[in-house]
C-alpha cells in the first residue's frame, strides 16, 4: 500500500508530525516525518527515531552538558552544511539565506554564521510517500539567492539492513558547494556511552583532538574521558583520504550488539562527537553541483543485536 501527503511551503493544508513503522521479521525502524523540529541546524523532512533488533535499541536523543536536548537532534538526523559561509556573508541584516533541507534562514545581525546558533526559519515544504518497507521524503527546491536544490531521501529496509538513498539536484542558477553528513545518535539498549564501545575503520585512525581523551588502537578507538566542562569529547578523524568508498563498525561486545556503516561515496571529512548520551561519528559527503547537475548515493546501516549481534 503507498500513500503520500504533501505539505504546502508557505501556508495551506500541514501534515502534522507522524510516525512511520518500517517492519519486518529482522528489524522495525521508526521514522519520524515532520518531525515537529523547529530550529535551523538538522534536515526538518525526517529523521530515524528509534531501531529495535531482537528486541534491542541503538539510538538515543542529544544532550548537553546540563542534560538539555542541546540542538534538538534524534536518531540517524540529517545535516547540510555550505562549505563556507559566503552566502550568509554576502546578504544585510533581515534578508534570507538557504540552507539545504531545513529553508531559507533569516539573518538576525552582523555575527558571523554560527551552527550552534538559531535563525528564524521559513521551511521547505516536504512530500512523502510510504510503502510496506520505504518511506520516500522530497524536499521541494525554494529558489533564493540563485540557489534551488530539488532533494530526495528515501528509506528502505531489507532483513536487517536500513538503506538511506540521496538524490540531489541543483535545479538553481548558482553552483552548489556543500557537504552532507548523518548524526548519528548511537546508545545501545541505554547504556551509558563509554570505553564499552569500539568505533572500528578499515584504515589506521589518525585522530586530531579536540576536547576530551580517546583510547586508540591500530584502526579503532574507544571513547575516554569527557572533557569536564562540557561533558563530551571531539576530534575530526584522519585516514580516509583517498578513499572512494567507506565503512566504520560500532559496537559493544558486552551488550552482544553493532551496527556497520557503508557509505558509497568519497569521502570528504570525518568527524566524531561523543557524551554519556550518544557515540556519534560522522563521514561527510560531498555536494559539489553546477546547475543542473545532480549526485546520487547511500549510507547503508547493517544493525545486530543478541544472536544475529555475535555473526
Known sequence: MRRKNAVLHGGGEELTPQTVLLKNDHMSVQVLLDWGYDRSRYDRGSTVGQVTVNGHTFLSRETDASGGAGLGGIGLATVYEWRDTALYDSISVADQFPLLGVGLL????????????????????????????????????????????????????????????FQIRNVGERAIHAVEFCHNFFR??????????????????????????IVLGKNYYRIGAFDAPTASSSFFLNGWEGLRSHWMRIENEALGMSVLVEDDFPVCRGYSWNNPNACCPEIFAPIDLESGESVSYVRKYTFCAGESGKK
Open 106 to 165: 533569516k539573518k538576525g545581525d552582523t555575527a558571523p554564521f554560527l551552527f550552534t546558533r538559531d535563525y528564524a526559519v521559513e521551511p521547505f515544504a516536504h512530500q512523502y510517500e510510504t510503502g510496506g518497507d520505504f518511506v520516500t521524503v522530497h524536499t521541494l527546491p525554494a529558489y533564493c539567492l540563485g540557489v534551488a536544490a530539488d532533494i530526495t531521501k528515501t528509506y528502505s529496509i531489507e532483513k536487517n539492513v536500513l538503506r538511506v538513498r
Open 188 to 213: 545501545f539498549d541505554n547504556a551509558p556511552v563509554d570505553a564499552g564501545y569500539r568505533v572500528s575503520f578499515p584504515y589506521s585512525v589518525e585522530p586530531r583532538m579536540r576536547r576530551g581523551e
